[in-house]
């Protein structure tokens, strides 16, 4: 097996084909001597990696791999591979063509910023709890130790 026969990358090519702002809002569209053209940020990633190897084995010791056992022998042989991939895509907005001009139009989710501080204050009140409950904990055992060592 050489390593052209390893890489594959129709998947890698399918997922960069499907992650588009066609994928999110469709094509872009005209009415009424309007045309509309989505606009969406797209991420994507991804990583491959391979490998094969060969080791000989001569005398009970593996020469190609010093952690190999010591009674092993014959010729040894290797393969690898691996791959991922990932992305997404947001919408952000739409460029709209007419007579009076262009005009970008951002779409803002108004949810995000009041959610992101309410996430943040039961976070905060959580470990301000947490810490009260620990030195809580602590000022007691060290009365209980007081009393303890104190009769």
């Known amino acids: 097996m050489d390593a052209k026969q390893m890489v594959d990358t129709k998947p890698i090519e399918k997922a960069i084909e499907t992650l588009s702002a066609n994928s999110i809002f469709g094509e872009p569209t005209s009415e009424h001597g309007v045309v509309v053209i989505p606009v969406a940020q797209v991420a994507f990633g991804f990583g491959y990696g391979g490998g094969y190897g060969e080791g000989q084995f001569e005398d009970g010791k593996n020469k190609a791999h010093e952690g190999a056992p010591e009674d092993a022998s014959g010729t040894g042989e290797g393969a690898g591979g ?5 992305g997404r895509a947001t919408p952000r907005g739409y460029i709209r063509i007419s007579q009076e001009g262009v005009a970008y139009e951002s779409i803002e989710d108004e949810k995000v910023i009041p959610l992101a501080g309410i996430l943040m204050v039961a976070w905060s009140v959580f470990w301000i709890a947490a810490t009260i409950r620990f030195i809580a904990r602590q000022v007691g055992k060290t ?9």
């Open 143 to 151: 009365r209980q130790a007081r009393f303890k060592s104190g009769s």
């Open 82 to 86: 691996g791959g991922g991939a990932g």
